[in-house]
Protein backbone atom coordinates (compact mmCIF):
# COMPACT_ATOMS: atom_id res chain seq x y z
CA UNK A 1 0.00 0.00 0.00
CA UNK A 2 2.87 2.06 1.17
CA UNK A 3 4.46 1.50 -2.25
CA UNK A 4 1.32 2.44 -4.12
CA UNK A 5 0.98 5.55 -2.09
CA UNK A 6 4.21 6.75 -3.44
CA UNK A 7 3.76 6.07 -6.72
CA UNK A 8 0.38 8.15 -6.70
CA UNK A 9 2.37 11.14 -5.01
CA UNK A 10 4.11 11.22 -8.59
CA UNK A 11 2.67 12.04 -11.65
CA UNK A 12 3.60 8.86 -13.83
CA UNK A 13 1.85 6.90 -10.96
CA UNK A 14 -1.14 9.53 -11.65
CA UNK A 15 -0.41 8.71 -14.98
CA UNK A 16 -0.81 4.94 -14.50
CA UNK A 17 -3.89 5.23 -12.28
CA UNK A 18 -5.59 6.82 -15.19
CA UNK A 19 -4.07 3.91 -17.36
CA UNK A 20 -5.05 1.75 -15.25
CA UNK A 21 -8.80 2.92 -14.70
CA UNK A 22 -9.37 4.21 -18.46
CA UNK A 23 -8.59 0.54 -19.77
CA UNK A 24 -11.05 -0.51 -17.18
CA UNK A 25 -13.75 2.17 -18.10
CA UNK A 26 -12.92 1.27 -22.02
CA UNK A 27 -13.18 -2.81 -21.37
CA UNK A 28 -16.80 -1.73 -20.31
CA UNK A 29 -17.49 0.26 -23.20
CA UNK A 30 -16.73 -2.77 -25.79
CA UNK A 31 -19.39 -5.03 -23.48
CA UNK A 32 -21.26 -2.97 -23.28
CA UNK A 33 -21.53 -2.36 -27.41
CA UNK A 34 -21.79 -6.17 -27.57
CA UNK A 35 -24.65 -6.46 -25.56
CA UNK A 36 -26.22 -3.67 -27.06
CA UNK A 37 -25.85 -4.81 -30.78
CA UNK A 38 -28.23 -7.83 -29.71
CA UNK A 39 -30.94 -5.10 -30.57
CA UNK A 40 -30.87 -6.36 -34.11
CA UNK A 41 -31.63 -9.42 -33.17
CA UNK A 42 -34.90 -8.73 -31.89
CA UNK A 43 -37.03 -7.68 -28.35
CA UNK A 44 -36.79 -11.33 -27.22
CA UNK A 45 -33.08 -11.40 -27.48
CA UNK A 46 -32.13 -7.96 -26.28
CA UNK A 47 -34.53 -8.19 -23.06
CA UNK A 48 -33.57 -11.25 -22.22
CA UNK A 49 -29.84 -9.99 -22.11
CA UNK A 50 -30.98 -7.52 -20.14
CA UNK A 51 -32.31 -9.81 -17.50
CA UNK A 52 -29.18 -12.27 -17.82
CA UNK A 53 -27.40 -9.52 -16.26
CA UNK A 54 -29.15 -9.13 -13.51
CA UNK A 55 -29.11 -12.80 -12.69
CA UNK A 56 -25.77 -13.55 -13.81
CA UNK A 57 -23.79 -15.05 -11.48
CA UNK A 58 -26.95 -17.45 -9.77
CA UNK A 59 -27.48 -19.17 -7.62
CA UNK A 60 -24.02 -18.18 -6.00
CA UNK A 61 -25.05 -14.51 -6.22
CA UNK A 62 -28.30 -13.16 -5.60
CA UNK A 63 -30.39 -10.90 -8.01
CA UNK A 64 -28.79 -7.95 -9.29
CA UNK A 65 -25.66 -8.84 -7.02
CA UNK A 66 -23.05 -9.63 -9.94
CA UNK A 67 -24.65 -6.34 -11.82
CA UNK A 68 -23.81 -4.02 -8.82
CA UNK A 69 -20.39 -5.04 -7.98
CA UNK A 70 -19.68 -4.19 -11.52
CA UNK A 71 -21.35 -0.92 -11.29
CA UNK A 72 -19.29 -0.48 -8.25
CA UNK A 73 -16.16 -1.13 -9.99
CA UNK A 74 -16.86 0.85 -12.64
CA UNK A 75 -17.87 3.90 -10.19
CA UNK A 76 -14.68 3.88 -8.30
CA UNK A 77 -12.53 3.64 -11.68
CA UNK A 78 -14.42 7.02 -12.91
CA UNK A 79 -13.63 8.71 -9.65
CA UNK A 80 -10.19 7.78 -9.81
CA UNK A 81 -9.80 8.69 -13.12
CA UNK A 82 -11.78 12.33 -12.68
CA UNK A 83 -9.52 13.13 -9.57
CA UNK A 84 -6.41 12.27 -11.22
CA UNK A 85 -7.26 13.68 -14.54
CA UNK A 86 -8.18 17.25 -12.72
CA UNK A 87 -4.61 16.82 -10.37
CA UNK A 88 -2.46 16.69 -13.32
CA UNK A 89 -4.12 19.33 -15.10
CA UNK A 90 -3.83 21.96 -12.22
CA UNK A 91 -0.09 20.87 -12.37
CA UNK A 92 0.15 21.31 -16.31
CA UNK A 93 -1.39 24.73 -15.58
CA UNK A 94 1.21 25.65 -13.14
CA UNK A 95 3.88 24.49 -14.97
CA UNK A 96 3.66 27.15 -17.70
CA UNK A 97 2.76 30.18 -16.13
CA UNK A 98 3.71 32.75 -19.32
CA UNK A 99 2.58 30.81 -22.74
CA UNK A 100 3.95 31.84 -25.66
CA UNK A 101 2.50 34.39 -28.15
CA UNK A 102 1.38 31.74 -30.64
CA UNK A 103 1.82 28.33 -29.45
CA UNK A 104 2.24 25.68 -32.41
CA UNK A 105 0.75 22.61 -32.16
CA UNK A 106 3.99 20.51 -33.64
CA UNK A 107 2.37 16.69 -33.17
CA UNK A 108 -0.23 16.76 -30.90
CA UNK A 109 -4.13 15.89 -32.37
CA UNK A 110 -7.05 16.74 -32.11
CA UNK A 111 -7.66 13.95 -30.03
CA UNK A 112 -5.24 14.74 -27.80
CA UNK A 113 -5.62 18.25 -27.43
CA UNK A 114 -9.62 17.64 -26.36
CA UNK A 115 -8.85 14.81 -23.81
CA UNK A 116 -10.04 16.90 -20.60
CA UNK A 117 -12.71 19.23 -22.35
CA UNK A 118 -13.73 15.75 -24.27
CA UNK A 119 -13.64 13.78 -20.80
CA UNK A 120 -16.01 16.06 -19.14
CA UNK A 121 -18.61 16.56 -22.08
CA UNK A 122 -18.52 12.29 -21.83
CA UNK A 123 -19.40 12.80 -18.35
CA UNK A 124 -22.29 15.11 -18.49
CA UNK A 125 -23.42 12.26 -21.67
CA UNK A 126 -23.29 9.44 -19.10
CA UNK A 127 -25.17 11.42 -16.32
CA UNK A 128 -27.97 12.14 -19.61
CA UNK A 129 -27.67 8.70 -21.17
CA UNK A 130 -28.26 6.99 -17.26
CA UNK A 131 -31.37 9.21 -16.88
CA UNK A 132 -32.77 8.39 -20.35
CA UNK A 133 -32.51 4.45 -20.60
CA UNK A 134 -31.63 3.29 -17.33
CA UNK A 135 -33.73 5.98 -14.55
CA UNK A 136 -36.31 6.74 -17.72
CA UNK A 137 -36.82 10.23 -16.43
CA UNK A 138 -35.33 11.88 -19.29
CA UNK A 139 -36.60 9.70 -21.80
CA UNK A 140 -40.86 10.23 -23.19
CA UNK A 141 -42.66 6.97 -22.09
CA UNK A 142 -40.14 4.96 -20.28
CA UNK A 143 -41.12 1.19 -18.96
CA UNK A 144 -39.41 -0.35 -16.75
CA UNK A 145 -38.01 -3.92 -17.35
CA UNK A 146 -38.79 -3.36 -21.33
CA UNK A 147 -35.22 -1.67 -22.58
CA UNK A 148 -35.84 -3.05 -26.49
CA UNK A 149 -39.12 -0.61 -26.33
CA UNK A 150 -37.32 2.12 -24.22
CA UNK A 151 -34.19 1.93 -26.78
CA UNK A 152 -36.33 2.11 -29.62
CA UNK A 153 -38.66 4.20 -28.69
CA UNK A 154 -36.26 6.61 -27.07
CA UNK A 155 -33.99 6.69 -30.46
CA UNK A 156 -37.13 7.78 -32.48
CA UNK A 157 -36.51 11.31 -31.28
CA UNK A 158 -34.33 13.02 -33.32
CA UNK A 159 -32.89 15.37 -30.77
CA UNK A 160 -31.86 12.59 -28.50
CA UNK A 161 -30.26 10.28 -31.43
CA UNK A 162 -28.20 13.29 -32.36
CA UNK A 163 -27.23 13.67 -28.93
CA UNK A 164 -25.89 10.26 -29.41
CA UNK A 165 -24.23 10.30 -31.98
CA UNK A 166 -22.29 13.32 -31.69
CA UNK A 167 -21.44 12.17 -27.93
CA UNK A 168 -20.35 8.73 -29.29
CA UNK A 169 -18.07 10.96 -31.97
CA UNK A 170 -16.58 12.19 -28.81
CA UNK A 171 -16.37 9.30 -27.07
CA UNK A 172 -14.12 7.89 -30.14
CA UNK A 173 -11.28 10.73 -30.18
CA UNK A 174 -11.24 10.14 -26.34
CA UNK A 175 -10.82 6.09 -26.95
CA UNK A 176 -8.62 6.44 -29.95
CA UNK A 177 -6.10 8.99 -27.46
CA UNK A 178 -6.51 6.95 -24.71
CA UNK A 179 -6.06 3.55 -25.79
CA UNK A 180 -2.53 3.78 -27.10
CA UNK A 181 -1.54 6.63 -24.41
CA UNK A 182 -2.53 3.87 -21.67
CA UNK A 183 -0.31 1.47 -23.00
CA UNK A 184 2.34 3.80 -23.26
CA UNK A 185 1.22 5.32 -19.75
CA UNK A 186 2.16 1.79 -18.35
CA UNK A 187 4.90 0.86 -20.32
CA UNK A 188 3.20 -1.72 -22.81
CA UNK A 189 4.58 -0.01 -25.46
CA UNK A 190 8.17 -1.06 -25.96
CA UNK A 191 9.10 0.14 -29.18
CA UNK A 192 7.11 1.34 -31.89
CA UNK A 193 4.62 3.46 -30.74
CA UNK A 194 3.01 4.07 -33.89
CA UNK A 195 1.95 0.78 -34.53
CA UNK A 196 -0.01 0.87 -31.17
CA UNK A 197 -1.59 4.12 -32.46
CA UNK A 198 -3.06 2.73 -35.64
CA UNK A 199 -4.26 -0.10 -33.39
CA UNK A 200 -6.06 2.58 -31.22
CA UNK A 201 -7.93 4.47 -34.29
CA UNK A 202 -8.63 1.13 -35.81
CA UNK A 203 -10.75 -0.10 -32.40
CA UNK A 204 -12.40 3.46 -31.52
CA UNK A 205 -13.89 3.79 -35.58
CA UNK A 206 -15.48 0.36 -34.69
CA UNK A 207 -16.84 1.68 -31.69
CA UNK A 208 -17.52 4.79 -32.94
CA UNK A 209 -19.91 2.81 -35.72
CA UNK A 210 -21.17 0.32 -33.90
CA UNK A 211 -22.51 2.50 -31.17
CA UNK A 212 -23.90 5.06 -33.91
CA UNK A 213 -25.71 1.87 -35.95
CA UNK A 214 -28.67 1.62 -33.37
CA UNK A 215 -30.07 5.71 -33.07
CA UNK A 216 -29.45 5.44 -37.06
CA UNK A 217 -30.92 1.82 -37.58
CA UNK A 218 -33.90 3.01 -35.07
CA UNK A 219 -34.63 6.12 -37.22
CA UNK A 220 -34.40 4.69 -40.72
CA UNK A 221 -36.77 2.13 -39.42
CA UNK A 222 -34.59 -0.98 -39.92
CA UNK A 223 -35.19 -1.88 -35.93
CA UNK A 224 -38.41 -1.01 -34.95
CA UNK B 1 17.73 39.55 -47.38
CA UNK B 2 15.24 41.82 -44.61
CA UNK B 3 13.75 39.95 -42.05
CA UNK B 4 11.02 41.73 -39.12
CA UNK B 5 12.16 40.34 -35.35
CA UNK B 6 9.85 40.59 -32.57
CA UNK B 7 12.59 39.92 -29.59
CA UNK B 8 11.44 38.70 -25.81
CA UNK B 9 12.93 41.15 -23.92
CA UNK B 10 13.37 40.94 -20.25
CA UNK B 11 15.86 42.48 -17.52
CA UNK B 12 15.85 39.79 -15.42
CA UNK B 13 14.16 36.98 -13.81
CA UNK B 14 11.22 39.24 -12.24
CA UNK B 15 11.42 42.00 -14.70
CA UNK B 16 8.25 42.27 -16.75
CA UNK B 17 8.97 41.08 -20.57
CA UNK B 18 7.92 42.56 -23.57
CA UNK B 19 8.61 42.15 -27.39
CA UNK B 20 10.84 44.70 -29.16
CA UNK B 21 10.68 45.15 -32.75
CA UNK B 22 14.12 45.27 -34.96
CA UNK B 23 14.96 45.18 -38.50
CA UNK B 24 18.02 43.23 -39.69
CA UNK B 25 19.20 44.54 -42.87
CA UNK B 26 21.36 42.86 -45.60
CA UNK B 27 20.96 39.30 -44.47
CA UNK B 28 22.46 36.74 -46.10
CA UNK B 29 20.60 33.37 -46.83
CA UNK B 30 24.17 31.63 -45.78
CA UNK B 31 24.28 32.96 -42.29
CA UNK B 32 23.48 31.16 -39.24
CA UNK B 33 20.27 32.33 -37.37
CA UNK B 34 22.42 33.03 -34.38
CA UNK B 35 24.98 35.03 -36.97
CA UNK B 36 21.87 36.89 -37.74
CA UNK B 37 21.22 38.07 -34.02
CA UNK B 38 25.56 38.56 -33.41
CA UNK B 39 25.13 41.22 -36.43
CA UNK B 40 21.55 42.72 -34.91
CA UNK B 41 23.47 42.88 -31.84
CA UNK B 42 26.41 44.50 -33.24
CA UNK B 43 23.90 47.05 -34.45
CA UNK B 44 22.97 47.52 -31.21
CA UNK B 45 26.05 48.07 -29.39
CA UNK B 46 26.66 50.81 -31.90
CA UNK B 47 23.97 52.91 -31.09
CA UNK B 48 24.79 52.40 -27.42
CA UNK B 49 21.41 50.05 -26.86
CA UNK B 50 21.59 46.60 -24.74
CA UNK B 51 22.15 43.58 -27.39
CA UNK B 52 19.85 40.62 -27.05
CA UNK B 53 20.85 37.76 -24.32
CA UNK B 54 20.61 34.54 -25.95
CA UNK B 55 22.56 31.61 -24.84
CA UNK B 56 25.30 29.72 -27.19
CA UNK B 57 28.48 27.92 -27.19
CA UNK B 58 29.75 25.31 -29.55
CA UNK B 59 27.56 26.15 -32.86
CA UNK B 60 27.82 22.89 -34.52
CA UNK B 61 24.71 21.68 -32.75
CA UNK B 62 26.09 19.40 -30.12
CA UNK B 63 25.98 21.42 -26.64
CA UNK B 64 22.64 22.19 -26.07
CA UNK B 65 22.83 25.88 -25.27
CA UNK B 66 21.34 27.64 -27.93
CA UNK B 67 17.46 27.57 -27.70
CA UNK B 68 14.91 29.64 -28.73
CA UNK B 69 11.13 29.69 -29.46
CA UNK B 70 10.97 30.81 -33.21
CA UNK B 71 7.30 31.76 -34.21
CA UNK B 72 5.89 29.07 -31.52
CA UNK B 73 8.34 26.30 -32.55
CA UNK B 74 11.65 25.18 -30.12
CA UNK B 75 14.66 25.63 -32.43
CA UNK B 76 12.29 26.91 -35.67
CA UNK B 77 10.95 25.18 -38.35
CA UNK B 78 13.60 22.63 -39.64
CA UNK B 79 13.55 19.55 -37.55
CA UNK B 80 16.42 17.86 -35.85
CA UNK B 81 18.18 20.66 -35.52
CA UNK B 82 19.33 23.33 -33.04
CA UNK B 83 19.30 27.04 -33.47
CA UNK B 84 22.74 27.73 -34.86
CA UNK B 85 22.39 25.04 -37.25
CA UNK B 86 19.49 26.59 -38.58
CA UNK B 87 20.17 29.00 -41.29
CA UNK B 88 18.59 32.13 -42.80
CA UNK B 89 17.74 30.48 -46.10
CA UNK B 90 14.74 28.95 -44.13
CA UNK B 91 13.00 32.41 -44.40
CA UNK B 92 11.99 34.66 -46.76
CA UNK B 93 13.09 37.83 -47.91
CA UNK B 94 10.82 40.26 -45.51
CA UNK B 95 9.67 37.35 -42.92
CA UNK B 96 8.57 38.61 -39.77
CA UNK B 97 9.39 36.51 -37.08
CA UNK B 98 8.80 36.28 -33.21
CA UNK B 99 11.55 34.98 -31.03
CA UNK B 100 10.66 33.72 -27.37
CA UNK B 101 13.18 32.16 -24.60
CA UNK B 102 11.79 28.46 -23.37
CA UNK B 103 8.42 28.78 -21.40
CA UNK B 104 8.18 26.67 -18.40
CA UNK B 105 7.86 27.32 -14.67
CA UNK B 106 10.91 25.24 -14.29
CA UNK B 107 13.35 27.33 -16.70
CA UNK B 108 13.00 31.05 -15.22
CA UNK B 109 14.48 33.32 -17.42
CA UNK B 110 17.60 34.95 -16.33
CA UNK B 111 17.19 37.65 -19.36
CA UNK B 112 15.92 38.00 -22.64
CA UNK B 113 16.20 34.76 -24.40
CA UNK B 114 18.67 33.14 -22.06
CA UNK B 115 16.91 30.61 -19.00
CA UNK B 116 17.93 29.23 -16.16
CA UNK B 117 18.29 24.70 -17.26
CA UNK B 118 19.53 23.85 -13.67
CA UNK B 119 16.26 21.92 -13.11
CA UNK B 120 17.78 19.26 -15.99
CA UNK B 121 21.37 19.07 -14.24
CA UNK B 122 19.59 18.50 -10.85
CA UNK B 123 17.47 15.29 -12.70
CA UNK B 124 20.64 13.92 -13.64
CA UNK B 125 22.43 14.84 -10.74
CA UNK B 126 20.07 12.43 -8.79
CA UNK B 127 21.02 9.62 -11.50
CA UNK B 128 23.81 9.10 -9.50
CA UNK B 129 26.65 7.39 -10.07
CA UNK B 130 27.60 3.60 -11.77
CA UNK B 131 29.59 1.38 -10.14
CA UNK B 132 32.66 0.08 -12.13
CA UNK B 133 35.83 -1.47 -11.20
CA UNK B 134 38.64 0.78 -10.55
CA UNK B 135 42.21 0.11 -10.95
CA UNK B 136 44.14 -0.76 -14.02
CA UNK B 137 42.81 0.21 -17.20
CA UNK B 138 39.71 -2.24 -18.45
CA UNK B 139 40.20 -4.40 -21.58
CA UNK B 140 37.94 -2.63 -24.50
CA UNK B 141 34.94 -4.92 -25.34
CA UNK B 142 35.66 -7.25 -22.35
CA UNK B 143 31.83 -6.32 -21.35
CA UNK B 144 29.76 -7.86 -24.81
CA UNK B 145 26.80 -5.27 -25.49
CA UNK B 146 24.48 -6.75 -28.34
CA UNK B 147 24.28 -4.38 -31.28
CA UNK B 148 21.00 -3.89 -30.87
CA UNK B 149 20.91 -2.53 -26.93
CA UNK B 150 24.24 -0.63 -28.07
CA UNK B 151 22.06 1.47 -30.73
CA UNK B 152 18.83 1.74 -29.09
CA UNK B 153 21.31 3.32 -25.73
CA UNK B 154 23.23 5.18 -28.01
CA UNK B 155 19.78 6.63 -29.11
CA UNK B 156 18.70 7.61 -25.87
CA UNK B 157 22.56 9.39 -25.14
CA UNK B 158 22.33 11.95 -28.06
CA UNK B 159 20.04 14.01 -25.63
CA UNK B 160 22.38 17.16 -25.51
CA UNK B 161 20.22 18.43 -22.64
CA UNK B 162 18.77 21.67 -24.61
CA UNK B 163 15.35 21.92 -22.58
CA UNK B 164 13.28 22.19 -26.27
CA UNK B 165 11.16 19.02 -25.41
CA UNK B 166 9.96 21.04 -22.01
CA UNK B 167 9.59 23.60 -24.04
CA UNK B 168 7.34 21.92 -27.01
CA UNK B 169 5.15 20.07 -24.29
CA UNK B 170 1.76 21.91 -23.84
CA UNK B 171 2.39 20.95 -20.11
CA UNK B 172 5.97 21.49 -20.06
CA UNK B 173 6.96 18.25 -19.33
CA UNK B 174 10.37 17.18 -19.10
CA UNK B 175 9.50 13.44 -19.25
CA UNK B 176 11.63 13.02 -22.85
CA UNK B 177 14.59 14.06 -20.98
CA UNK B 178 14.60 11.94 -18.00
CA UNK B 179 13.27 9.05 -20.21
CA UNK B 180 16.61 9.54 -22.35
CA UNK B 181 18.95 9.75 -19.39
CA UNK B 182 17.42 6.75 -17.59
CA UNK B 183 17.35 4.90 -20.79
CA UNK B 184 20.50 5.70 -21.68
CA UNK B 185 22.31 3.85 -18.89
CA UNK B 186 19.86 1.26 -18.01
CA UNK B 187 19.84 -0.08 -20.88
CA UNK B 188 23.99 -1.19 -20.75
CA UNK B 189 24.80 -4.18 -18.31
CA UNK B 190 27.45 -1.02 -17.22
CA UNK B 191 23.92 0.16 -15.80
CA UNK B 192 22.47 -2.23 -13.70
CA UNK B 193 24.01 -2.27 -10.36
CA UNK B 194 21.68 0.72 -9.65
CA UNK B 195 18.96 0.83 -12.54
CA UNK B 196 15.94 0.69 -10.07
CA UNK B 197 17.40 3.37 -7.15
CA UNK B 198 18.25 5.48 -10.55
CA UNK B 199 15.09 6.23 -12.00
CA UNK B 200 13.55 6.47 -8.53
CA UNK B 201 15.49 9.25 -7.73
CA UNK B 202 15.60 10.82 -11.26
CA UNK B 203 11.78 10.83 -11.42
CA UNK B 204 11.19 12.17 -8.09
CA UNK B 205 14.11 14.88 -8.54
CA UNK B 206 11.73 15.43 -11.52
CA UNK B 207 8.58 15.56 -9.79
CA UNK B 208 9.73 18.40 -7.72
CA UNK B 209 11.03 20.41 -9.92
CA UNK B 210 8.05 22.18 -11.15
CA UNK B 211 7.69 20.55 -14.85
CA UNK B 212 4.34 19.62 -15.65
CA UNK B 213 3.19 15.72 -16.78
CA UNK B 214 2.84 13.78 -20.12
CA UNK B 215 -0.26 13.49 -21.71
CA UNK B 216 1.58 11.81 -24.88
CA UNK B 217 0.81 14.32 -27.36
CA UNK B 218 4.33 13.38 -28.17
CA UNK B 219 5.10 17.22 -29.54
CA UNK B 220 8.69 16.35 -27.65
CA UNK B 221 9.65 14.24 -30.29
CA UNK B 222 9.16 16.48 -32.70
CA UNK B 223 10.97 19.15 -31.12
CA UNK B 224 14.18 17.54 -30.23
CA UNK B 225 17.16 18.24 -32.07
CA UNK B 226 18.11 15.03 -32.03
CA UNK B 227 15.02 12.67 -32.96
CA UNK B 228 14.36 11.22 -29.41
CA UNK B 229 11.55 9.24 -29.84
CA UNK B 230 8.40 8.59 -27.10
CA UNK B 231 9.30 4.97 -27.05
CA UNK B 232 12.25 6.04 -24.31
CA UNK B 233 9.07 7.19 -22.28
CA UNK B 234 7.61 4.14 -22.03
CA UNK B 235 10.17 2.73 -20.96
CA UNK B 236 10.67 4.74 -18.25
CA UNK B 237 7.13 4.91 -16.79
CA UNK B 238 7.78 0.55 -17.25
CA UNK B 239 11.15 1.59 -15.62
CA UNK B 240 9.61 3.15 -12.79
CA UNK B 241 6.71 0.84 -12.21
CA UNK B 242 8.78 -1.81 -12.05
CA UNK B 243 11.09 -0.41 -9.44
CA UNK B 244 8.28 0.92 -7.51
CA UNK B 245 5.77 -2.25 -7.33
CA UNK B 246 8.03 -4.98 -7.53
CA UNK B 247 11.24 -3.29 -6.77
Redesign the interface.
Known amino acids: MG??L??Y????????VMGVTGLLLFGFVVVHLAGNLKVYLGPASFNSYAEFLREVGAPVFGHSEILWIGRSVLLVALVLHVAAAIQ?WL??R????????????????YA??T?RWGGAIIFAFVLYHLMHLTWGNAHPAFVPGDPYHNLVRGFQSLGASAAYIVAMIVVGFHIY?GV??S???????????ERWRRLSAFIAAAIVIGNISIPVAVLTGIVQ | MQITLNVWRQAGPRALGR?ERYTAKDVSPHMSFLEMLDVVNEELIEAGKDPIAFEHDCREGICGSCGM?I???PHGPKPAITVCQLHMRSFNDGDEV?I?PW????FPVIRDLVIDRSALDRIIEAGGYISVRSGSAPDANAIAVPKSIADTSMDAAACIGCGACVA?C????AMLFTAAKVAHLSKLPQGQPERQQRVLNM??QM?SE??????????C???CPKEI???F??????????A??LG
Open positions: RIRLRSSVGKKALMAAARPVNYRRPVHLEDTSRMHWSLQTLGVNQENH | FVNGVWERAKAAPNASVEESFGYCTNHGAQTASIDIAYLNRELLTTL
